[in-house]
């Protein structure tokens, strides 16, 4: 797939960039902030979403690209096979972010709206410990998939 002559792959590459490390980051701090969770709860949950969906866009873009291109190496495969295991982390940290915006009380105190109370009280520090720790590990494995996506491209050329 191309858009205006330009492979689909590097422009959705660059919505990775973008989402994956900003819902992480969102998420580590709704998570170490219980007074500001009101202002990242949202966020969270969209972001999260938004680096699901661009992920996979990109896992179909890099596929159809190496196979329009008749692309391949060990270079290429390393990169390959971290899109994957991102791809699958993202997922995991999707549902932990989807839990967290529905288990972690948030209070909203700054616009004048009551406390909203955890439907779930016995998952909220299961899951305020998790979320971070998903949240970092996609933001390890989205570099080192950018890595060696760019390593890929440019040690081969």
């Known amino acids: 797939m191309e858009i205006n002559g330009l492979p689909l792959h590097p ?3 660059h ?8 819902g992480a980051l969102s998420a ?3 998570a ?3 007074g500001w969770r009101w202002l990242f709860r949202w966020p969270t949950l969209l972001l999260a979403l938004a680096a699901v969906v661009f992920t996979r866009l990109a896992v179909i873009s890099g596929r159809q690209l190496e196979t329009s291109r008749h692309l391949g190496g060990e ?3 390393r990169h390959q096979a971290w899109g994957h295991r991102l791809e699958y982390a993202v997922w995991v940290y999707a549902v932990v972010a989807i839990v967290a915006w529905w288990v ?3 209070s909203a105190r700054l616009i004048g709206t009551v406390d909203r109370p955890s439907p779930a009280p016995a998952l909220v520090t299961a899951v305020s410990v ?4 998903a949240a970092a ?3 390890v494995f989205a570099v080192i998939t950018g890595d060696a996506g760019a390593q890929a491209l440019w040690k081969q050329a």
């Open 11 to 13: 422009l959705i590459v």
């Open 15 to 22: 919505a990775v960039v973008i989402f994956v490390p900003l």
């Open 28 to 30: 580590i701090l709704f």
């Open 32 to 34: 170490v902030l219980p």
């Open 75 to 77: 270079l290429l495969a």
């Open 104 to 106: 972690i009380p948030c």
């Open 130 to 133: 998790v979320l971070p720790v």
């Open 137 to 139: 590990v996609v933001l």
